[in-house]
């Protein structure tokens, strides 16, 4: 049976593959896991969600589910998934909860556990979860039911977090700023974070009614936020995703400046200041070549790593990085953050373009990005993708075909039923060409 946990938490349709149940399952099943390794105190829990209408009754649910099993419950609201993060360090809690499925559309749901420091928990708890999710409970009584309490501050607490990541007072003063925040979790905090900082401040799809998370907005649809960049004569915008836990930008012109370019702008920045351990910062194995020449042209080591942020922060804490993220705009800046924070990203990027004499455009120039094409095929057997030996061998003979001046990965999406087909080469014809007769070969081989 495949596993509940994906590379992102648990995820799927609302009220359909995510229930109320579920999530009230899943709630008493994880407070049991971290009591059986705790102190014997009382835990505490942290719970926030982003804007989608069902992250009502699953948090209803979430919060049920926790204070049935003798845990205290402070519900956040509607916040960033790394500001649930930032508040379970802030305020001491044992574990918070995430309900949002980030960038899936809206009737997709998803449940993430973050433990102790705001980290999330690693696989072998999230199967500890699963595994204790059918057991019979004895569950307190009395005095011993957790309580439940609201905390009206929690927002404003996040945004001073925020604010207080730049340096002086207004640093981002003089610059004129396109914000879209995907009528999702971040749809007040990134507004009041640049504002508060000095930026003239433009904000869409910055009204959410519970249906129109993402859609057609946020970084996963930039057109929107490209045309209002050039209208408004803007320095730079920023697109986040439902959660806010990811960011890409777009320079003055209206052109994309994905997560590799942000990434390689911030650790040149932050090698000069002294800043980035070690000269490496930590990446995935998604990141374009470019990226990688990029890097090497200014001395900086990257250190690559699966696909999932949290494999990237696995390894900076190993190793102490302090910068590291992934393409798809996930950007991690350890001094501030446990995870990806899409408006930390984005004023620590905005910051480098206002201290300094060059655009956005001229900064991302750094890196020549080599052609990529990203094929999603659906409708397949993900699981056999890596086992399946005439695809094996059609991915052996494109590497072949590429040499060294390109490269094929495929791989099973761990928060989606799909296969993601990615190949790079010299030119966008090659890349396409590759990408198509691939992905016809994981339609007809791992057809369901």
Same mark, same amino acid.
């Given at each position: 049976?495949?596993?509940?946990?994906?590379?992102?938490?648990?995820?799927?349709?609302?009220?359909?593959?995510?229930?109320?149940?579920?999530?009230?399952?899943?709630?008493?099943?994880?407070?049991?896991?971290?009591?059986?390794?705790?102190?014997?105190?009382?835990?505490?829990?942290?719970?926030?969600?982003?804007?989608?209408?069902?992250?009502?009754?699953?948090?209803?649910?979430?919060?049920?589910?926790?204070?049935?099993?003798?845990?205290?419950?402070?519900?956040?609201?509607?916040?960033?998934?790394?500001?649930?993060?930032?508040?379970?360090?802030?305020?001491?809690?044992?574990?918070?909860?995430?309900?949002?499925?980030?960038?899936?559309?809206?009737?997709?749901?998803?449940?993430?556990?973050?433990?102790?420091?705001?980290?999330?928990?690693?696989?072998?708890?999230?199967?500890?979860?699963?595994?204790?999710?059918?057991?019979?409970?004895?569950?307190? !009584?009395?005095?011993?039911?957790?309580?439940?309490?609201?905390?009206?501050?929690?927002?404003?607490?996040?945004?001073?977090?925020?604010?207080?990541?730049?340096?002086?007072?207004?640093?981002?003063?003089?610059?004129?700023?396109?914000?879209?925040?995907?009528?999702?979790?971040?749809?007040?905090?990134?507004?009041?974070?640049?504002?508060?900082?000095?930026?003239?401040?433009?904000?869409?799809?910055?009204?959410?009614?519970?249906?129109?998370?993402?859609?057609?907005?946020?970084?996963?649809?930039?057109?929107?936020?490209?045309?209002? !960049?050039?209208?408004?004569?803007?320095?730079?915008?920023?697109?986040?995703?439902?959660?806010?836990?990811?960011?890409?930008?777009?320079?003055?012109?209206?052109?994309?400046?994905?997560?590799?370019?942000?990434?390689?702008?911030?650790?040149?920045?932050?090698?000069?200041?002294?800043?980035?351990?070690?000269?490496?910062?930590?990446?995935?194995?998604?990141?374009?070549?470019?990226?990688?020449?990029?890097?090497?042209?200014?001395?900086?080591?990257?250190?690559?790593?699966?696909?999932?942020?949290?494999?990237?922060?696995?390894?900076?804490?190993?190793?102490?990085?302090?910068?590291?993220?992934?393409?798809?705009?996930?950007?991690?800046?350890?001094?501030?953050?446990?995870?990806?924070?899409?408006?930390?990203?984005?004023?620590?990027?905005?910051? !480098?373009?206002?201290?300094?004499?060059?655009?956005?455009?001229?900064?991302?120039?750094?890196?020549?990005?080599?052609?990529?094409?990203?094929?999603?095929?659906?409708?397949?057997?993900?699981?056999?993708?890596?086992?399946?030996?005439?695809?094996?061998?059609?991915?052996?003979?494109?590497?072949?075909?590429?040499?060294?001046?390109?490269?094929?990965?495929?791989?099973?999406?761990?928060?989606?039923?799909?296969?993601?087909?990615?190949?790079?080469?010299?030119?966008?014809?090659?890349?396409?060409?590759?990408?198509?007769?691939?992905?016809?070969?994981?339609?007809?081989?791992?057809?369901?």
């Amino acid at each position: 049976m495949a596993r509940l946990f994906g590379t992102d938490g648990v995820r799927g349709t609302a009220n359909r593959e995510l229930t109320a149940d579920l999530a009230l399952r899943l709630s008493v099943s994880a407070a049991r896991v971290l009591l059986g390794s705790g102190t014997g105190e009382r835990l505490k829990a942290v719970v926030g969600r982003d804007t989608r209408i069902s992250g009502e009754f699953l948090e209803a649910a979430v919060v049920a589910g926790l204070a049935s099993a003798g845990v205290d419950v402070t519900r956040l609201g509607v916040i960033p998934t790394p500001g649930v993060a930032f508040l379970v360090d802030a305020l001491g809690a044992d574990l918070g909860v995430v309900l949002s499925a980030s960038h899936n559309p809206m009737p997709d749901n998803g449940i993430k556990f973050l433990g102790r420091g705001g980290v999330k928990l690693p696989d072998h708890i999230e199967d500890e979860i699963e595994a204790h999710l059918g057991d019979d409970w004895d569950l307190p !009584v009395g005095a011993d039911v957790g309580q439940v309490h609201w905390n009206d501050a929690a927002h404003e607490t996040y945004v001073r977090h925020l604010i207080g990541s730049l340096e002086g007072g207004q640093p981002l003063a003089g610059l004129k700023v396109v914000l879209d925040t995907a009528n999702g979790a971040a749809y007040r905090t990134a507004v009041e974070a640049f504002t508060a900082t000095g930026a003239t401040v433009r904000a869409i799809n910055d009204s959410p009614d519970g249906l129109n998370i993402n859609r057609n907005a946020g970084s996963t649809h930039l057109e929107g936020l490209q045309r209002e !960049v050039v209208a408004f004569g803007a320095d730079l915008g920023l697109a986040f995703d439902g959660d806010a836990d990811r960011c890409l930008a777009v320079d003055h012109t209206g052109a994309v400046v994905d997560g590799d370019q942000i990434m390689a702008i911030l650790a040149i920045a932050m090698k000069g200041r002294g800043e980035l351990h070690d000269d490496t910062i930590a990446a995935t194995v998604m990141s374009n070549i470019g990226f990688h020449k990029a890097m090497k042209a200014h001395g900086i080591t990257v250190s690559v790593n699966k696909v999932g942020d949290r494999y990237v922060l696995e390894d900076m804490n190993v190793n102490g990085f302090t910068l590291g993220g992934e393409q798809s705009g996930h950007v991690i800046l350890r001094r501030y953050a446990t995870t990806g924070d899409g408006v930390l990203t984005g004023l620590q990027l905005a910051q !480098v373009v206002a201290a300094g004499a060059k655009t956005l455009r001229e900064l991302a120039s750094v890196m020549d990005r080599f052609p990529q094409v990203l094929v999603n095929v659906s409708g397949v057997n993900k699981n056999h993708a890596d086992i399946d030996p005439v695809l094996n061998a059609a991915v052996a003979a494109a590497e072949r075909e590429l040499g060294g001046s390109g490269r094929v990965l495929l791989r099973p999406s761990g928060t989606e039923p799909l296969v993601r087909v990615m190949v790079e080469a010299p030119t966008q014809e090659q890349a396409d060409e590759i990408a198509a007769r691939l992905a016809a070969v994981v339609k007809d081989r791992l057809a369901r």
